[in-house]
């Protein structure tokens, strides 16, 4: 059974960092990229960063690039998103996703397997 676990979310203020985990199962991790993605309020669940399976390629979107950082350790199974200077509208639902094999991808489409979701709320 496949399992992938988010945590770390939060409330927090404005200019504030989070590190949210993903701790996976049932996956040989080491072959999969993981991404993030995250829903807001009332909007569409959009792409965040992606790391590759040997993690030598990471992507993210523009909104977050220079604050946020998606790292992986393939002994623990598990993918982080650190993620700093922390803005109002980062406020939304984050996700993490796994896709087997290929190369890192925005798409949602490309991905497997999803987690529940964890909470970040950011306030003014």
């Known amino acids: 059974q496949v399992q992938l676990v988010e945590s770390g979310g939060g409330l927090v203020q404005g200019g504030d960092s989070l590190r949210l985990s993903c701790a996976t199962s049932?996956?040989?991790?080491?072959?999969?990229?993981m991404g993030w993605f995250r829903q807001g309020p009332g909007k569409e669940r959009e792409f965040v960063a992606v790391?590759?399976?040997?993690?030598?390629?990471?992507i993210y979107a523009d909104s977050v690039r220079g604050r946020f950082t998606i790292s992986r350790d393939n002994t623990k199974n598990t993918v982080y998103l650190q993620m700093n200077s922390l803005k109002p509208e980062d406020t939304a639902v984050y996700f993490c996703?796994?896709?087997?094999?290929?190369?890192?991808?925005?798409?949602?489409?490309?991905?497997?397997?999803w987690g529940q979701g964890t909470q970040v709320t950011v306030s003014s």
């Open positions: 996703a796994a896709r087997p094999w290929g190369p890192a991808s925005s798409s949602q489409g490309d991905y497997h397997y």
């Open positions: 049932g996956i040989i991790f080491a072959h999969y990229v």
């Open positions: 790391i590759e399976w040997t993690a030598r390629q990471t």
